[in-house]
């Protein structure tokens, strides 16, 4: 079964980059240029795993993961970031008792492709914010 990821990122560089490694390594890929699309293009796609920058210009990635979380759509949210520490945007998350992993950009397609591969074969549920 081919599994589908959401991809929400501004910069349209970058998400159209990880759309085009992820379908190329067979996902199914859908993309979204802000949070609010993202948040409608979930609720539409229904993807296995979600890709979210955390800042972006009309809702940030932590709001979207949380709105995406609360619509019982049951996926794997990880959040992107360029910057090594969002800990006053990832507080909130946690104050909710929501955890969703980080990767730091640039994303090394390798790794990301691993990462996503071994969650999808252990079943496991993402790793929490370290």
Do not use: W
């Not at 349209?12 to 993202?38: F, P, W």
């Not at 910057?83 to 390798?110: I, M, S, Y």
Request: hydrophobic share 40%; proline share 6%; aromatic share 4%.
């Amino acid at each position: 079964m081919q599994r589908k990821v959401l991809i929400i990122d501004d910069e349209i560089h970058v998400a159209d980059t990880l759309a085009m490694v992820l379908s190329a390594h067979g996902y199914a890929v859908r993309v979204e240029y802000c949070g609010e699309a993202g948040v409608r293009g979930a609720a539409e796609f229904f993807p296995d795993i979600v890709l979210s920058d955390v800042l972006m210009p009309d809702i940030d990635g932590v709001e979207v993961a949380q709105q995406i979380r609360r619509s019982s759509i049951n996926c794997r949210i990880f959040l992107l970031s360029a910057l090594p520490d969002h800990a006053h945007r990832l507080q909130h998350a946690r104050g909710d008792g929501e955890t969703f992993p980080v990767l730091e950009k640039p994303l090394d397609p390798h790794s990301l492709l691993l990462r996503l591969r071994s969650q999808a074969e252990s079943g496991s549920a993402p790793s929490p914010i370290s």
